[in-house]
């Protein structure tokens, strides 16, 4: 049968927020392309566990309990990734969250704002930091890991937002971070694609998961939101987790620094 196929044969990925959502279809369809796959989730240990046995089991996916707040945490979990799996090829930041209520700026709890960047600014400087140190150390040891196609020495993903480029009334905290997602690819871009490491992002628009579904699954609201999105629906994580894995592959290995739209044309319009 003709086709081309988006292959990671021994590559070792970490996907954070794999347990549901975004993050369990991404998990899935990394795991289908011949990855070996580590995924962090925070509270969802059954189906985190139920996860990764489907995708194969202990030599092939580890679910790794870890929380997501504080830089600290972020290098803890690339810690063990790497413990699982003995090195690390890609990163894909996709936990976050999104507190749903409507907060009025001059009202926001200081909390809320403190909270909303550790989960999803300060853990991802982790992150990166502990990722692109190993992702070096590997590249160091005679070039070993670049891959023959795309030269690449690893690859790095991180999920913002249409939040994060046109920004969000009421959400400010959320849509700060995501902002900072996409400065933060561009001064990697920059910094890393020298190295042979490649950094771009993902934007996504409504998504049908369980952060969103309050929204989407509203009487009043859903169908207005869908209506604001050209394609006439909101998306689903696998079309979401399709664009992170075809950046990761050497079909993708002339981008750098890009930050992929996934939103129907909502960005255009809203
Ligand atoms: P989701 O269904 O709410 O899943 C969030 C994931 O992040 C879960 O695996 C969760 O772990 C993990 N997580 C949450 N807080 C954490 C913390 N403090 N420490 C560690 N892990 C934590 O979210 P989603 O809709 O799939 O969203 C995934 C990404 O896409 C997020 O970055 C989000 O901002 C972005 N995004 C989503 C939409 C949308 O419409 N859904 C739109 C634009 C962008 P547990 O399961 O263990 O709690």
Not at 49 to 64: F, K, N, S, Y
Request: negative net charge; glycine residues 12%.
């Amino acid at each position: 049968m003709a086709g081309v196929a988006l292959v990671l044969e021994d590559k070792v990925a970490l996907i954070t927020g794999g347990s549901r959502g975004i993050g369990a279809e991404t998990v899935r369809l990394f795991a289908q392309a011949g990855a070996r796959v580590a995924f962090s989730y925070r509270q969802a240990r059954e189906r985190a566990e139920a996860l990764a046995v489907e995708c194969g089991g202990e030599g092939r996916c580890r679910a790794i309990e870890q929380d997501l707040a504080t830089p600290a945490d972020g290098r803890a979990l690339v810690e063990s990734a790497v413990e699982a799996f003995g090195r690390l090829d890609i990163l894909v930041v996709n936990h976050g969250i999104w507190p749903p209520h409507d907060a009025p700026i001059a009202t926001m709890a200081e909390a809320q704002w403190r909270q909303t960047l550790g989960v999803n600014l300060d853990s991802v400087f982790g992150l990166v930091q502990a990722a692109v140190a190993q992702m070096e150390a590997q590249a160091r040891v005679g070039g070993e890991g670049r891959s023959a196609k795309d030269g690449a020495a690893g690859h790095i993903v991180l999920i913002s937002s249409t939040a994060g480029q046109r920004g969000e009334a009421f959400h400010a905290d959320y849509a700060v971070t995501k902002g900072a997602l996409i400065s933060l690819t561009k001064s990697l871009s920059s910094e890393l694609a020298p190295k042979g490491i490649r950094v771009n992002c993902v934007a996504p628009g409504w998504v049908m998961t369980e952060m969103s579904q309050g929204t989407l699954k509203d009487p009043e609201l859903g169908p207005r939101v869908a209506a604001g999105i050209p394609v006439g629906r909101p998306g689903d994580p696998q079309e979401i987790a399709g664009p992170v894995l075809f950046l990761c592959t050497p079909l993708a290995g002339f981008i750098s620094g890009e930050v992929l739209n996934v939103n129907g044309g909502a960005v255009l319009v809203g």
